[in-house]
C-alpha cells in the first residue's frame, strides 16, 4: 500500500516562502512520476507542478519562476519549494505519486496540507 504524507504547509505573508515536503512509502519511489496539485473550495484540483522519475519538471504557468519542485530519492520525498507567495496561493496542497503497475500506472495522493497566504 503506497502511503504518502504530507509536510510544510502553514500560514505566511506575501512575499515570503515555505518548502513542502512529501515522504513516500510502500512503492519503489525512483519508478515514480511525482507531482503537487492544490484545491480550493469550489474549485477542481489543478496540477502545480510535476517531476518525472528521470527528474523532468512541469510548472503552473502561475507559479512558474517563484516554485520549484524536486525530489531525493535517497529520502523516498518529493519537495515544493514555494518562494514569493501570494494571496491567490492559498489552497489544500496535495501529493500524489502515480506509481507504475503491470498494466499501466495507478495514482495515490496524500491527505493534503493547508497553506494560507495573507495579504
Known amino acids: 500500500q503506497v502511503q504518502l504524507v504530507e509536510s510544510g504547509g502553514g500560514l505566511v505573508q506575501a512575499g515570503g516562502f515555505l518548502r513542502l515536503s512529501c515522504a513516500a512509502s510502500?512503492?519503489?519511489?525512483?519508478?515514480?512520476?511525482m507531482a503537487w496539485y492544490r484545491q480550493t473550495p469550489g474549485k477542481q484540483r489543478e496540477l502545480v507542478a510535476d517531476i518525472t522519475r528521470g527528474g523532468s519538471t512541469n510548472y503552473a504557468d502561475s507559479v512558474k519562476g517563484r516554485f520549484t519542485i524536486s525530489r531525493d530519492n535517497a529520502k523516498n520525498t518529493v519537495y515544493l519549494q514555494m518562494n514569493s507567495l501570494k494571496p491567490e496561493d492559498t489552497a489544500v496542497y496535495y501529493c500524489n505519486a502515480r506509481v507504475p503497475k503491470a498494466i499501466g500506472t495507478q495514482d495515490y495522493w496524500g491527505q493534503g496540507t493547508q497553506v494560507t497566504v495573507s495579504s
Open positions: 510502500g512503492s519503489i519511489f525512483s519508478l515514480n512520476d
